[in-house]
């Protein structure tokens, strides 16, 4: 067996794309190659993020390139390409724009590396995913989107600054579609394996899902020129480690649903295990009538998105 690293492609080098890119590369996941069709701007990145080797000591080969070319063969394609939103915009606005870009993006990736492993970003996520999936026509457990690990990433940090405890022993979890209607789930949310509702008052967990809910926006409004990038970064990474290091880790994914949660042919955040054969898993959890409702709800979001897909796809 040959022995090499693994290669993965990040296709748009802007904010998010180069902080996966940073992710990565820092914990020698494997070569880096960040695709843009801005001219110079991954190239630029590439080859700055690459003198970065020598101080943090990692070894990875980063090319930026206007090109699909240097793309082919790749393990893990992590797709960023689009337009971010500004303050005032919801995620679902961004559609007209990202469906076209998500779209072209998918077939030129897949043509090159058709053994991939696609990790999507872009947003309104879980449409992007399933455009992502259609476009493709790559198996289910092959096509992923970055959403929950986010989602429950922001509600582990307030819970750990509420606290006043280690972000370590903070397991959050948050399902449905990546808008407005996500569910955070403080039932299943623990701190060092206690669950949160035996640890704060109603009223503080109520403000946290609150919080969690709007954690995007809530940094658009700050940024005011763009979105949320160092975790959504991280986070995406965090799934391709979990592929290319078969950890058949349970995080919560949005990832194609056949009938689990009652959701049959759509894309949805749930948990899900990801190993060597990508989404080897999904895990059904029992929910209460009121987590019912409120997952539905999602659902129907995530549906009426869907449409737009395919009816424009
Ligand atoms: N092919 C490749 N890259 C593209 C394409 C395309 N067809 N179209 C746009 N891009 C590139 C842009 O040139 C830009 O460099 O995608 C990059 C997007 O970067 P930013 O504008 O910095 O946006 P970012 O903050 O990275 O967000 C990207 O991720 O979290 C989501 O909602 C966010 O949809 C957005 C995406």
Redesign the pocket.
Known sequence: MAIGRAKITI?????????AAHWAAAKELGDVVL????EG??QGKGLDLAQAGPVEDFDANIVGT?SYAETEGSDIVII??????KPGMS?DD?IGI?L??VG??TE?VVKLSPDAYLII?????DA?TYAAYKKSGFPPNRVMGMAGVLDSARMATFIARELNVSVENVSAFVLGGHGDTMVPLPRFTTVAGIPITELLPKERIDAICQRTASG?AEIVSLLKT????YA??AAAVRMAEAILKDKKMILPCCVHLSGQYGVDGYFVGVPAKLGASGVEEVIEIRLDDEEKAAFAKSVDAVKELSAIVDQNL
């Open positions: 296709v748009g080098a802007g904010f998010v794309g180069a902080t695709v843009d069709i801005i701007l991954p206007n960023t390409a689009g337009i971010a939103r995620r961004l990202n076209k870009i072209e993006v030129s970003v872009s947003n309104p996520l992007m995007g763009g979105s949320a990038y959504p970064g």
